[in-house]
């Protein structure tokens, strides 16, 4: 079920109903509800793959128990956290990688002259949000060999945490110590709550449908017909398509924390208004929130940090960017936008500037940036950008051909779409999207901060016209869904 | 629960009243003509009707159009007179033409390549061959003078009826209120009413009628069953509405045609201006981008394949 269709309109209000009915019972019965509601909203993708989401729900449970129970035995403990990590790798390894693999193995079998080994694939289909659940899960197991979670003994209390619709096919990727522990305990009917969900909502259906579903036919055209093109529209192409990620995914996000308020609970955010990044450690700091952490949780700081010598230090930076390539999908392409961020990210950290920015926005000091962050923000957007060149292309042959094309076909060209879309409202659009972002950009769970109530309803029914004005009925789902 | 209720009604209703005032503001919506039928039963616009047909989210295409005393969008306000070489063309809305201006329309093209050629142009949106052969019938006194009539013809659409009724698209209670709105009517134009109207009737059909639907779903669009039930409606309306081959010509693609029905017409001499060719070469797009429609350039290919139709008929 996709946040921006007609099933969820009318299932979203009737899970609401139906779980605030039963706020006078024990917390159980909403555990419950959530469990089916989010099960029956997984389900419309594909019933069959129900199975893995419950069986690594049984799985971690399980092994979480085990971990602690063994907290003692060092050894035991750790066997048992392998468990876990073979069990969710597994998982990932067999319907996300395989085939990555084998054709790989076959490439280099290839390249090494053996022409006519036979080999064979699996015709497995992706399971939705499997990268999500299975990090998820993970972090549990993680958590609690680390000592820094106790198990939990309600087992519909974790199989609610772990399938708790609203972000269940694309995150944010919540850490037990947050969710699972709103989950276990009762939830209060709050009315601030729940219309700043609702307004959470409303912006990530704008940034959805008004932001990334109307360009993306644009980017679409652009990165299928590149060989047809000169550099102006590849580079419009390039800028098109950050836009569009940014507001599919964070459009997705807003929706998933938005939902989850309804019921009481609070996600943590998983996007700042990456595009007002002044370096690209900044950028990471903004962007994907949820997943960035995860790694320095469970990978960076294992693996020693930046506590470790300047070497190793950047081998571990290496390390996490391509992890992190790998982990959008089974391409090189993800593997070299992640090599690609890991050389940006490198010299900032070398200079000591990858945390200077962690606290502190753009436009600090005055309404407007100066002149030094306007730079450093074009630029960071630049490099970013770039990047995504080799996250969009379907190939890596595609994403240098791209490339290719963009220095040695170096002329202005006016670009029409075959479809004709006028493309001056696109940069309308565009230009006032960030605008309004830069005014918002010190809150992103509240981005209708008005207080005259008049203004506040006519910025809601500007919002629902421009989902009018640019309405396609095509459908489209989440970017990040792929993954 | 209830404050919450409450404001989200009220949130609503200011947000209505905003986006109603503001499709009115900027005429995001078409105001397409009414229809009626008059004394002969011919489904017409109503005469001197004047608006604004848009279309596109965002207004990209809107052209005004101006109904005429006869109750077609055109410029030729009379019927035929005698004189002249008089070619009526008659059709569905591509030949109603709310998408051009009706200065710019296919008959004053076609017009324009002879001074003793007159073009009247009798379409209105949805005509199907019944409405078209009544029409001629019923307006026949009318149409005396006219030396060509043009019949503009689509087989998988316009065959479907054997006799002729007369009928207006019905507007129950419900539609006649939300057309009041021009909101409702702008979404309703953008398929957005349509597309939550279809999820409902759908799931409601699944959840009641799970067998009937996959029997509707297992007919076979293409079968040649309907081409030959279509072929047959054809001869019955011919002969219904003493069908003038003579006269009368058919204007069609035969790229969509059933080619049945094509060799009907050979064996029956019915004459046909086929547009496939020019249609095939078009060095340019033949439709507009918002709307399917012929575009000024698609339009001049017609007027220009019916006009050398004409000069060899009358060499």
Aim: net charge positive.
């Amino acid at each position: 079920m996709l946040f921006n269709s007609w099933e969820y309109l009318f299932f979203l209000p009737l899970i609401f109903i139906l779980y605030w009915s039963l706020s006078n019972r024990k917390v159980v019965f909403q555990n419950v509800l959530i469990i089916i509601a989010s099960y029956t909203f997984y389900g419309f993708w594909d019933i069959r793959f129900l199975f893995l989401i419950l069986a690594s729900s049984l799985v971690d449970f399980y092994v979480g128990n085990k971990i602690y129970s063994n907290v003692h035995n060092q050894k035991k403990s750790k066997n048992w956290l392998w468990v876990s990590v073979i069990f969710n790798l597994g998982l990932l390894g067999t319907f996300k990688y395989f085939n990555f693999f084998v054709h790989s193995f076959v490439d280099l079998a290839q390249g090494l002259g053996m022409e006519n080994s036979s080999y064979w694939s699996l015709n497995i289909i992706l399971p939705v949000g499997i990268s999500f659940y299975t990090f998820q899960t993970l972090s549990y197991s993680l958590d609690i060999y680390y000592k820094k979670l106790k198990p939990t003994k309600d087992l519909i209390a974790f199989t609610a945490f772990v399938s708790f619709f609203p972000q269940l096919v694309a995150g944010p990727i919540e850490r037990a110590s947050n969710l699972l522990s709103q989950i276990s305990n009762e939830r209060k009917f709050n009315y601030t709550q729940i219309t700043d969900g609702l307004k959470l909502i409303l912006w990530g259906l704008f940034k959805k449908i008004v932001i990334a579903d109307a360009i993306a036919p644009i980017v679409d055209d652009i990165f299928s017909n590149y060989s047809e093109y000169t550099a102006t529209t590849l580079i419009m192409g390039i800028v098109l398509f950050s836009f569009q990620v940014y507001g599919d995914f964070s459009g997705y996000s807003d929706i998933a924390i938005g939902s989850s308020k309804l019921f009481g609970i609070e996600l943590k955010s998983n996007f700042k208004f990456p595009h007002f990044s002044r370096n690209v450690a900044e950028y990471w700091q903004r962007w994907h929130i949820s997943l960035s952490t995860w790694f320095r949780h469970y990978l960076y700081i294992p693996m020693g940090g930046s506590r470790v010598s300047k070497l190793l230090s950047v081998r571990n930076i290496i390390i996490i960017f391509l992890v992190s390539g790998f982990w959008h999908g089974a391409n090189w392409t993800f593997i070299f936008w992640g090599a690609l961020h890991a050389l940006f990210y490198i010299p900032v950290f070398l200079m000591g500037r990858n945390r200077m920015y962690s606290d502190n926005s753009i436009g600090e000091k005055g309404w407007l940036p100066s002149i030094t962050e306007i730079i450093q923000v074009l630029f960071t957007f630049a490099l970013v950008s770039f990047s995504r060149i080799f996250f969009r292309s379907p190939t890596i042959t595609d994403a240098f051909a791209y490339l290719n094309r963009i220095f040695t076909e170096m002329s202005y060209e006016s670009y029409f779409h075959p479809n004709g879309y006028r493309m001056i409202d696109f940069f309308i659009l565009i230009s006032l999207f960030t605008i309004y972002e830069y005014i918002i950009r010190k809150d992103e769970r509240r981005p209708f901060k008005f207080k005259n109530k008049g203004v506040k309803t006519m910025v809601y029914s500007l919002m629902v016209l421009a989902m009018i004005l640019f309405y396609d009925d095509t459908g489209r789902s989440f970017i990040y869904f792929q993954f | 629960m209830k404050k919450l209720l409450y404001q989200i009604a009220i949130h609503g209703l200011f947000i209505f009243i905003i986006l109603e005032c503001m499709v009115r503001v900027f005429h995001f919506h078409a105001n397409p003509p009414q229809q009626y039928i008059d004394e002969y039963g011919v489904r017409k616009l109503v005469p001197l009707q004047e608006g604004y047909n848009v279309t596109g989210n965002r207004r990209q295409h809107v052209t005004p159009y101006k109904v005429n005393s006869i109750g077609f969008n055109s410029i030729q306000t009379d019927f035929p007179k005698e004189g002249n070489y008089n070619v009526a063309l008659i059709g569905d809305s591509y030949i109603e033409g709310l998408h051009q201006p009706n200065h710019n329309s296919i008959g004053v093209m076609l017009a324009s390549k002879l001074d003793s050629l007159k073009v009247y142009e009798y379409g209105i949106s949805g005509y199907d061959m019944a409405d078209q052969l009544h029409f001629v019938q019923a307006y026949n006194k009318e149409l005396q003078h006219i030396d060509e009539i043009i019949l503009y013809m689509k087989f998988e659409n316009d065959f479907e009826r054997s006799a002729y009724e007369p009928l207006l698209i019905s507007e129950s209670k419900l539609d006649k209120i939300r057309n009041h709105s021009k909101l409702l009517t702008y979404l309703r134009q953008l398929g957005i009413l349509n597309s939550l109207k279809s999820f409902l009737t759908t799931n409601t059909k699944k959840l009641l009628f799970k067998n009937e639907i996959q029997e509707e779903n297992s007919i076979a669009v293409d079968d040649p069953k309907f081409s030959l039930q279509r072929i047959s409606n054809f001869k019955k309306l011919m002969k219904t509405y003493n069908f003038q081959k003579n006269k009368m010509t058919l204007l069609l693609d035969s790229r969509f045609t059933n080619t049945m029905f094509l060799d009907f017409c050979k064996e029956n001499n019915i004459k046909i201006i086929d547009f496939k060719q020019p249609f095939q070469s078009a060095e340019k797009e033949t439709s507009l981008v918002y709307d399917a429609h012929w575009n000024s350039y698609g339009r001049e290919l017609i007027a220009e394949t019916i006009f050398k139709h004409l000069t060899s008929k009358n060499k």
